[in-house]
């Protein structure tokens, strides 16, 4: 559904995907939608249920929580991936110190699917060409949207979700933070 924006562009749905796993991880996902919250840009339209999953990349990280939102954004992809990335440093994360590829980090948001574009960049490429590899993202993304169809495997969401080996058990939370969920 696309509809006109605040700026007079056209609005998306947008899906991205939130991890984190250094630090107080139920602070930083909340954080992150009060901020996108905050951005005229940018609405929230539904987010998943939290996962805790083991990390992807070096050993010696702890779990990550993941989840996914579905946003409608009136800005282009490479403005969106500027304000979140905004949103990761505003949470504590310092890319210029990452010097290990899927190492631990306060917050990452990844831009998955938006709309049905294909897009690529030298900062970006969508759709995200990792996620129909990694149940922490099929997973949430079945839940939010089960028909979405991928716009390069032609497959939905639940197709692919279906096809991940690895259960995922819903997080509690431990604070007294809200979730959308």
Known sequence: MESAGR???VSESVYVA???NLGDREKAFVGALEAIGTDPDLRLLCASRVFETPPVGPPGQGAYLNAVVELHVAIEPGDLLKRLHRIECAMGRDRSQETVR???RSLDLD???FGERRFESSELVI???RSHERNFVMVPMAEITPEFLHPTL???MAEIARSMVEPLQPYVWSSRASWPS
């Open 127 to 129: 759709p995200h060409p």
């Open 102 to 104: 899927w190492g631990p």
């Open 111 to 113: 831009i998955l699917f």
């Open 154 to 156: 032609e497959k939905t």
């Open 18 to 20: 939130l991890g984190s």
């Open 7 to 9: 700026t007079g562009t």
